[in-house]
């Protein structure tokens, strides 16, 4: 992987967790506790690799709509992943943090976010952002109020807000643009993810499911990336291309 381009803010749109686990005629259950073994093998191959953000679409806004079971056993999930993966993230130097609406999380998962979080503060290699009870439009919004908010204060004008402030009022605002998204399970579309930061995002779609993607099928979608111009609305010459 040495002679191609690292994103430097690689996303993925998780999918077909469920897709999966009918066509083996089993719970959805199933496919979730597969999709979380992946998550944990790419995780560790990106900090590897030299991504310095990794953002995974975890748990959307609308997901709270999917059955009360379902949603409990999600939770449930995703606490027995942190309390299991933490000192694999704190052995590679991994900064955990978490974009969303966390306030309707329940209690007892809130706590061990919250936790996860606070014990990974001090690590300096690539920052895990896991997209939680995320919403892009939800995130727009929350930024909105930010800086209505500051204007009621009398800290800015109306005439002072700029693109730079409303990224700044964003979730994590200290992450940068997203490089590439990748989606899995040949679904070709954003889905209300990171609406701000996938401006100008490269995107690699794949047929793959969820539980079947892979460190090759990664290396696929970063070769494809590599051969991309960047242009940012400029012209190949500008671009030096």
């Known amino acids: 992987m040495s002679d191609l381009t690292i994103p430097r803010h690689l996303a993925i749109i998780m999918d077909g967790n469920g897709r999966w686990a009918k066509s083996r005629a089993l719970p959805r259950v199933f496919g979730h506790k597969k999709g979380a073994e992946v998550v944990s093998d790419i995780v560790r191959y990106c900090a590897g690799l030299g991504v310095s953000y990794l953002t995974l679409y975890t748990f959307s806004m609308e997901n709270w709509l999917r059955p009360k079971d379902e949603v409990g056993f999600l939770m449930d999930l995703l606490e027995k992943y942190l309390e299991k993966e933490l000192d694999v993230m704190r052995s590679n130097d991994i900064r955990l943090v978490f974009s969303g609406r966390l306030e309707l999380l329940p209690e007892g998962t809130r706590r061990i976010v919250d936790r996860s979080v606070e ?3 001090g690590n ?19 930024a909105a109020k930010c800086m209505a908010q500051m204007v009621k204060d009398g800290k800015i004008q109306p005439e002072d807000i700029t693109p730079e402030l409303m990224a700044g009022c964003l979730y994590n605002a200290d992450i940068p643009d997203i490089d590439l998204v990748v989606r899995t399970s040949g679904e070709q579309r ?4 990171m609406l701000w930061r996938a401006a100008y995002s490269e995107f690699y779609f794949t047929e793959r499911l969820w539980p079947d993607f892979s460190r090759e099928e990664l290396d696929k979608a970063i070769a494809d990336f590599s051969g991309r111009v960047r242009r940012f609305g400029m012209t190949d010459e500008q671009v030096g291309k």
Not at 124 to 142: F, P, Q, T, W
Not at 190 to 193: E, L, M, R, T, V
Request: hydrophobic share 40%; net charge neutral; no cysteine.
């Open 119 to 121: 014990e990974l503060k």
């Open 124 to 142: 300096k290699g690539m920052v895990l952002n896991i997209a939680l009870s995320y919403g892009g439009r939800n995130e727009l919004v929350d």
């Open 190 to 193: 954003i889905s209300n993810f």
